[in-house]
């Protein structure tokens, strides 16, 4: 298979295993696959060299993850460290073996699926293609297909989730994409860098994420001010598009940011769950003042159901306050030190890889999920794969 060929599948699994609802299915055994194809491409691919250093790491993140199992009594359970273990390497692997390559393709292949995700949503909101799209493989009781687009998936019909389980989700994506696009050299043209600018927007836009709109007016502002791959009359049409878009859907906007911000400020108690991002962040800061070495995942789920006043199974959605509350203080300082320090070698010092770490917390304050999946450790294992930071034009 041509090797541009295998970097797109690596990509496109990276992804998919982060999150795609068809995975979410799987039970993790879609995880194994990935894992033993991310080891066969590596072997077939590449130099088949592993960096000492990531070595060194990842024995120290496993370590870190088995003395919490120990520490809680098997409340972190040994299967989620064997997991978070495969989920780190496999992450490697697929940065290692596309390599230089990986910036490049993965505009690629985020634009190919949101460019499929807007027909998608297109169909989805005006019932367009019905017969077609029913006669598509079935993804549970959710939709249809899944693979590329995850069609009349009833539970976010109304927004653009792709073939994630949730839009908010789906931003991150998108967000990253425009993020390389604004200050990464890469082999486009500047009219095809603009053109996948536009899809990555316009597809962001239909996500309606609170979280993702936040993330890149952080971004925008930057971009105005930093980015030098853009001459000023492209910026200038940058922000015409987006004055129109804002505009058009003024209405929308005042919903996702404004209304959503002031829900989240007006909680009263510990108890009061009528916003649940709030709630979650003051539960979780209850179980970390009496658990500040962690408490593993069972006994977390129990105390957050004591605690909040709520039926067992629910979790917080706050990936800062989640992490200090399962994992404890040492591990949360550790993880997110070591997603900082590889924004810093990945983008450079300073303002750059300060405001991407920022990004990635307020992502990580509604997506708990996210913590510690291949497409966000990605991050840190592609710290051990470039050896000097990535051209950055700021």
């Known amino acids: 298979m041509p090797k541009t060929y295998v970097d797109f599948v690596l990509v496109y699994l990276l992804l998919f295993v982060s999150g795609s ?14 894992f033993i194809i991310a080891v066969a491409a590596w072997l077939l691919y590449s130099d088949r060299s592993l960096n000492n250093r990531f070595v060194l790491y990842v024995c120290s993140f496993s370590g870190f993850l088995l003395l919490i199992h120990f520490y809680t009594g098997a409340s972190l359970p040994l299967s989620s460290v064997i997991g978070t273990t495969m989920k780190m390497l496999m992450a490697y692997l697929v940065v290692r073996t596309v390599d230089s390559r990986f910036v490049d393709t993965y505009i690629r292949v985020i634009t190919f699926l949101a460019a499929v995700s807007l027909f998608g949503y297109i169909s989805d909101v005006y019932g367009l293609f019905n017969g077609l799209i029913t006669r598509l493989p079935q993804v549970v009781d959710f939709g249809y297909e899944g693979i590329f687009y995850l069609f009349r998936f009833w539970v976010q019909i109304d927004r653009n989730c792709s073939i994630f389980f ?13 993020f390389l696009l604004f200050f990464v050299k890469t082999g486009f043209t500047a009219f095809r860098r603009l053109f996948y600018i536009i899809i990555l927007l316009v597809t962001l836009l239909t996500t ?15 971009f105005l001010l930093k980015s030098t791959m853009f001459s000023t009359k492209a910026k200038t049409v ?13 209405a929308q906007f005042q919903h996702v940011i404004f209304e959503k911000i002031e829900t ?9 769950s009528r916003d649940r991002r709030s709630f979650d962040l003051l539960v979780d800061l209850e179980i970390f003042k009496k658990h500040i ?12 159901s004591a605690i909040g006043k709520i039926s067992e199974g629910h979790g917080s959605s706050n990936g800062i306050t989640k992490s200090l509350a399962v994992y404890g203080l040492p591990f949360t300082v550790f993880l997110f030190g070591s997603y900082y320090f590889a924004f810093r070698r990945l983008v450079g010092p300073g303002i750059m890889a300060l405001a991407a770490f920022v990004m990635f917390l307020m992502f990580m304050v509604g997506e708990a999920y996210y913590l510690m999946v291949p497409y966000t450790l990605a991050v840190i294992g592609g710290a051990f794969v470039y050896e000097r930071p990535k051209e950055i034009s700021a």
């Open 208 to 222: 309606y994420s609170t979280t993702g709109f936040l993330i890149f007016g952080v971004m925008f502002v930057l």
């Open 293 to 304: 070495f962690g408490l593993g995942y069972v006994d977390y789920g129990r105390a957050f």
């Open 166 to 178: 949730e839009p908010g989700a789906y931003q991150a994506f998108l967000n990253a994409g425009l």
């Open 264 to 272: 989240f400020l007006a909680v009263e108690a510990v108890t009061d």
């Open 238 to 250: 940058l922000v015409a598009v987006l004055i129109i878009m804002v505009g058009v859907f003024a």
């Open 21 to 34: 609802l068809i995975y979410e299915q799987s039970s993790d055994k879609l995880l194994v696959l990935v």
